[in-house]
DNA sequence: ACTCGGCCTGAAATCGATTTCTCACCCGGC
DNA sequence: GCCGGGTGAGAAATCGATTTCAGGCCGAGT
């Protein structure tokens, strides 16, 4: 591996001068031509390591995400890795599997590789913990879900917004007994979906206590899903539609309801975020868009401004979700 | 951020012993133990920056894959993951999505940010070139597929023995006129799954002209394999049940099932992969199971091998898939 | 008592780039 | 002819760790 001594030996100039002829200092037109050919001739590029202990920034930044396997996750990584490729960062992708202990040992990682930067969507709302980052002036913007005392940028999507929007669809299809099936109580996103189910539901009369009879906490798994519905279609008078807030669940959900015979357009389904393949699985299945693609791209830009010295005071960008319907002419009925 | 001598300030000692502390030298009991307690009231961690310059190796190793929305290559990131947190290494996870050129550009990276190691999925089996990375000593495993030229260790699945079986179980199931859609023509995977399927129905007699006629090579993705089930679908007499030389093809191809109101078991489908969440879709799907994760955690101990400095001649390590059959008891009749 | 090892320790070199500092040179103006 | 300003280039410092080298101390053996 060539180093730029060896380039500067080859073209009789000093190191100082290739590395001007690379980072763009003053160099006569004869003597940069020289140092180039050499470069090309010894195939050399630039040791990023060096690079970056001398310029204390590297040229790498990190993805904490919960489950790879989530497709929304990985739309996310794309649009991240899309908007840091156009200024040369890479992106290092690290899985937390929901585990607030291997997002630790992530984090220290990257404090210790002087990581440019952070794009987290928080394992916890609780209990992650950012403060090492901010404190060591390491840029951190979080995605998706906002820990909760951590002083950063976000970009989210209006979870409580598009809930109220699907529930309220459902209503107008003409569902009366519609269920809810929402993520672990800690989560804000989980949290702030129930709240916009709600809304719809109360905007319609119905009852606090009926409700709060109908919703069900799970683990945004597709075994919780599979299991609260389950419950859901035991209960005495059974829901006529249900409204689940991420799209692993509504997988389980929707095993439960072939297991009891249950489907669409009789019974009401709506999904919060894309459950992929879902034309094939249901045509009749309903969905909350989430923009995750868009998501990231607009968490890795915003990073890249604050890598390069923003100084701009705290954001927090809310994008829009948009509610995919399908069968519009069926209903309940 | 304190550096080591900062610790060795505090501890009142050299950076020397420091370094020796962290890193396993010979220092005495009651130094090591100033010096830890130094370090933690210091929150220090190493520069991995810096030691990645002294030591010429870094703790970084780079994962090349061409589609990280597939669950196959998402399962298989997780086994390299899980084997590479075990010594402590942190994966930099690339999609080079099918593109030749992407995954050059990534290759180059992994070379200038002078990684420990690359584990690839190339994406193509003529024109992925790893010779930079080996001919600069930077091990390199390919995994899935592997490329022409190389002189690397693979891990690879049994491709070739995989759709034999699979095949042979169409025949046992009764079904007749067998149709194949495959991959690119340029692909290892592709061609040793075709291979597979035509030894399986040589074996049963069925002419060469026919077998020809009933192949269709597509692109690995979702519409690809809608396009060539429909053309299968509409020759003059179509084929009764088909094998399909992946996942994501095989969702397309049962859209197009689905739309010209074919179904199992009545049509025979095998899907060489598993199809995420097939059991939903189609509980009549018959999938060859692929060890993707076994593929990963393989890969990624192997190449902990040769970065730890193993000179053992190259491998190639071939795990070995499973049928996995839905709905035994029925068949095309 | 002297020497020879063995074991710790700190000083200093090292990895490969960037960047500051300094100097030489050249040109133009007075 | 001399001086000032501007420009280009090399020498050397620097980033933060690891590692070699050399020396100091202590104990054991003769």
């Known amino acids: 591996m060539a180093t730029i001594s060896d380039v500067a030996r080859a073209a009789g100039v000093s190191p100082a001068t290739v590395s001007r002829v690379f980072n763009g200092g003053r160099v006569t037109a004869e003597r940069a031509q020289r140092v180039r050919e050499a470069a090309d001739t010894l195939g050399f590029s630039p040791n ?58 992530y984090l220290d990682v990257a404090l210790a590789e002087h990581m440019a930067g952070l794009v987290v969507a928080a394992a916890s709302r609780r209990r992650t913990d950012l403060s090492a ?7 951190v913007v979080a995605v998706d879900r906002r820990p909760r005392a951590a002083e950063v940028d976000a970009v989210m999507v209006d979870n409580q917004h598009g809930a109220e929007d699907a529930t309220a669809h459902l209503i107008e299809r003409g569902y009366r007994r519609i269920a809810c099936v929402t993520g672990p109580a800690g989560a804000s ?54 409204f689940i ?56 830009t915003l990073l890249q401004e604050r890598i390069a010295g923003s100084a701009k005071p705290l ?15 069926a209903g309940p009925g």
Chains 1, 2 share one sequence.
């Open 48 to 105: 990023r390591v060096a690079r970056s202990l001398r310029t204390q920034r590297a040229s790498v930044i990190g993805l904490l995400i919960p489950d790879i396997a989530n497709p929304f996750f990985t739309a996310l990584a794309r649009g991240v890795e899309d908007a840091a490729q156009r200024t040369n960062l890479s992106v290092v992708l690290c899985n937390t599997d929901e585990d607030v202990d291997k997002e630790r040992r």
């Open 133 to 139: 980052a901010a404190q060591r002036g390491m840029p």
């Open 245 to 300: 807030a991420n799209n692993l669940m509504t997988v389980g959900a929707l095993r439960a309801l072939r297991e009891a015979g249950v489907a669409p357009p009789g019974f009401g389904i709506l999904s919060f975020g894309d459950v992929p393949w879902a034309s094939l699985v249901h045509p009749s299945l309903s969905t909350v868009h989430l923009p995750a693609y868009d998501l990231g791209e607009a968490a890795a």
């Open 189 to 242: 996103t989980s949290e702030d979906r129930l709240a916009g189910y709600r809304a719809a539901l109360r905007d319609a009369d119905v009852p606090d206590e009926w409700i709060r009879a109908h919703t069900r906490h799970a683990d945004f798994r597709v075994e919780g899903g599979y299991t609260a519905m389950k419950e859901l279609l035991a209960l005495d008078v059974p829901p006529d539609a249900v």
């Open 315 to 329: 954001q927090t960008v809310v994008l829009r979700t948009s509610l995919e319907p399908r069968n519009s002419t």
